[in-house]
């Protein structure tokens, strides 16, 4: 049997090899390896126009919409705060078309991180700038583990269970969920750190990421669906 073949999001940035600067399409191993582990064809996707974001979706299988920067409050009408990274809105552009694309194919999308604020601003939601202005801490932005609860219902918790431990400092977070889309996992103090998308074969995104480590119940429901 053929493996399915999973587009994953990339950065498209200055990089140095031997004595050249050049601009390069870049992707952290971990991505790539979890999906070969899981039984997927990985195939990075540079962000260089979204006028090929119809092509890619119609060869897809699937689609990991992977971490990175922070995505440029311009694509949620919002104002960007000077605390976050510079944006990269080439980026930005191609992957909510990206995403879009995705959604209307029903093609299995697995949104990580970054690719969780990406996917809930490609359905009309919007993010929350700097989380520990909203909360008065910064208790997400640190190195320690916490728990977060997840609805046993969902595509989310039937793959990991009614809890999960995660490390993932963020300063971002969702505010306003996108249209179609659940909140599915929580922190404590009820930052959304999970979503769903429904109707949608599966249309997950986590706030963490699952492709570290060896914990790959996420990435072996996702890539049962793009089977």
Known sequence: MSRPLIGITAYYE?????DWVREAVLSPPSYAKAVLRAGG????????????????VRGLSG??????????ADAYNGEQ??????????????????ARAAVRADVPILAIDRGMHVLNIAQGGSLIPWLPDSLDSDR??????HTIQVSVTSTLGKAVGDRVEVVEPHHQSVHRLGTGLLAVAWAEDQIV??????????GVGVQWHPERGGDTRIFDAFMEAAR
Do not use: K, M
């Open 140 to 145: 997400h932005a640190g190195p320690g583990a």
């Open 14 to 18: 200055a990089a140095r090899w031997g």
């Open 63 to 72: 689609l990991v919409l992977a971490g990175g920067v922070e995505v440029g």
């Open 193 to 202: 750190e999970g979503v769903e998308l429904q109707g949608h074969r599966f």
């Open 81 to 98: 705060d000077a605390r976050v990274p510079e944006p990269q809105p080439n980026r930005d552009r191609f992957e909510l078309a990206l």
């Open 41 to 56: 064809a990985p195939v990075v996707l540079p962000p260089v126009s979204s006028y090929a974001v119809e092509d890619y």
